[in-house]
């Protein structure tokens, strides 16, 4: 009798944690903009560990990790991200850019670094206007914090409330080591060679994934940062230094912004809405096969079952049938993603859409 009191038990704590676990994998609402396709939760955390800022860029593109999912121009491959700097005295501007075509980039997001003057150090980073919303920030939980119910940063005809909860551990920004490294003697500015068709050795150009994939694979970083969606309290903390660059320096690109004005990305007409993510067992929902694109099958009104790419972005709670406006192309290069490749590390090479294959170099330092 013992035993199957316990065998009852063990399947009753199984289920709780399978669904607290999707519960804390889509507390947070898509904000309907290509945004969705770069976290920057995810972003900000590789920041802080990394050891340079060419350290950060490197880790950044990795593509066994994925944190960049971005597809800008929409050729089917994830997009490159370079890192350029701007330095005002103790503060620090490191500016996500994606090289679009020959002739455009697009500013993706912004990482600030600045300390006053009673040494205290700020980070925080801002996500692009176009992609994010307005008044995307995220930073470091430097308190703990209790539970709230704000309202959403970026506000519309539908606004959103977001249930935030607790969270007791916090991060010590100085302790960071990039930003031990920004302050100390040792630190040299870091200017990214690369550009539209040159990028470093270590970068291959790789088939997107679906985002409830992609939320799935990063939505534990959220733990260690607040900010963005649904957060009015948090603020730009050095905004002079920031307002300047939007002023002068931000790139905008109008191929990107075609693209959004046209719904030509995944998550297109989805704001506030959340992917659904299948659990096998509890465990990952991972393609079996390793594939990026996404296998899970939505049922079209008529009745039909399509394997269209990012399909899963579609399916909600109540499986609305918002109408896809992504003009992604199915090669072959999105779908035949195989596990061994990703495990080992040897991606296939994919040239759609790209002028890659003949140059290849390192960053430069001056």
């Not at 889509?26 to 955390?45: C, K, Q």
């Not at 491959?77 to 002739?103: A, C, R, S």
Request: overall charge positive; glycine content about 8%; hydrophobic content about 30%.
């Amino acid at each position: 009798m013992k035993k199957i009191y316990l065998s009852i038990l063990l399947v009753t704590i199984s289920t709780l944690s399978s669904v607290c676990f999707a519960q804390s994998e889509n507390d947070t609402p898509l904000l309907g903009l290509p945004g969705d396709d770069l976290d920057l939760y995810a972003v900000l955390d590789l920041f802080q560990k990394s050891k340079t800022i060419e350290d950060f860029e490197k880790s950044l593109n990795n593509t066994a990790d994925g944190i960049v999912n971005l597809d800008l121009n929409n050729d089917g491959n994830v997009d490159f991200i370079k890192v350029v700097t701007e330095q005002d005295g103790n503060n620090f501007l490191f500016i996500l850019q994606d090289p679009i075509n020959e002739k455009e980039t697009q500013d993706v997001a912004v990482i600030s670094v600045a300390k006053d003057d009673d040494g205290k150090v700020y980070l925080q980073i801002i996500g692009d206007e176009a992609l994010y919303g307005k008044d995307y920030v995220v930073e470091p939980r430097t308190e703990p914090t209790a539970s709230v119910t704000p309202n959403p940063a970026y506000t519309g005809k539908e606004p959103v409330t977001v249930n935030v909860e607790a969270n007791t551990e916090v991060i010590v920004v100085e302790a960071a080591p990039v930003v031990q490294y920004v302050y100390s003697p040792a630190y040299v500015p870091y200017y990214p060679a690369y550009y539209y068709g040159f990028y470093p050795p270590y970068w291959r150009p790789i088939a997107v994934m679906s985002i409830a994939i992609y939320r799935h694979n990063h939505w534990y970083h959220h733990h260690h940062y607040h900010g963005g969606y649904g957060h009015r309290s948090v603020h730009v903390h050095h905004h002079h230094h920031y307002n300047n660059y939007n002023r002068n320096s931000r790139r905008a690109s109008t191929t990107v912004n075609n693209n959004i004005q046209n719904g030509n990305f995944k998550t297109a007409g989805q704001r506030g809405a959340k992917p659904v993510t299948t659990q096998n067992g509890g465990g990952s929902n991972r393609a079996s096969n390793g594939n990026r694109a996404s296998t899970q099958t939505a049922k079209s009104q008529a009745g039909r079952t399509s394997n269209n790419v990012g399909s899963s972005n579609r399916a909600t709670n109540n499986r609305s049938t918002a109408p896809s406006t992504t003009q992604r192309s199915t090669s072959p290069s999105t779908s035949n993603r195989s596990s061994a490749s990703r495990s080992m590390g040897a991606y296939p090479s994919s040239s759609a859409g790209r002028s890659f294959g003949g140059r290849m170099g390192g960053g430069r330092r001056r």
